[in-house]
């Protein structure tokens, strides 16, 4: 690893550092081999089947830290950093960051994993949830609309950067699949009200208005994405997304 990198930020279980002109993200040993190319590999399938701006992956490699990624630089702020910065301006930068979701929702990579896959593992490897929660979860998801829609899985403002030109660069595309896109909006919602309820609530009704879909269809995805959430195991956000699951009204 290049011996002028800073650290730029922590997370669990990864660091993020940066160069003159690289960022590279380091995983610690919670993350398998696989887990990692997983990763690179859904950035190289959004950057070679899209024209969306995504910062070029340069390599993947392993270091004493751990696995790690290495990627083009984007010099900007965060939509998440605007927002904060100039909170008079919060519905123009949403606005933004809705017509950037929908650009996502228009395109195609076939050979990215199944949204539904995904979602369904991760609800089978809830032990938090009994049997019969399960179940209904899995009920609930294999009735949904199958769609082939890409679907970022992690779309919030801290992975949207807006370079010095205005261009908006997507990052962090580890969640990534192709499925329906109102289960992409639910998780987006379900990310908001996490942190703000004022900024989730602006959010689901410009993506309603903006794509034409009934909020009460984007509730059904509720539920789901809430159990998928859980799967990461933080601690702060347990009771929350508990309470989205028992409130589900299951047929």
Known sequence: MEDNKKVIFTRPHKTVYATEDKIIKVFDNR?????????????????????????ALVSVSGTEEGWSLTR??????????????????????????????????????PTIKRLRHKLMDQINSLKDLDATARYELATRLESMPKHTKLC??????TNVIVDKYGKLWIIDWAHAAQGNA???????????????????DLYIKLFCEKSDTARQYVNRWLPIV??????????????????????????
């Open 226 to 251: 809430a159990a998928a959430q859980l799967t990461k195991k933080k601690e702060k956000e347990k009771d929350f997304l508990m309470r989205w699951i028992d409130v589900a009204e299951y047929q």
């Open 152 to 157: 970022h899985g992690d779309f919030n403002p």
């Open 72 to 109: 083009d630089k984007v010099e900007g702020k965060t939509l998440a950093e605007l927002m904060a910065e100039e909170p008079e301006k919060l519905e123009t930068y949403m606005e933004m960051f809705v017509d950037l979701q929908l650009t996502v929702h228009k395109q195609k990579v």
């Open 182 to 200: 109102s289960a992409d909006a639910a998780m987006t919602y379900l990310l908001f009200c996490l942190e703000d309820q004022k900024k989730a």
């Open 31 to 55: 993350y398998t081999k696989a887990d990692v190319l997983n990763e690179a590999r859904n950035e190289a399938l959004v950057e070679e089947n899209t024209d969306l701006n995504i910062p």
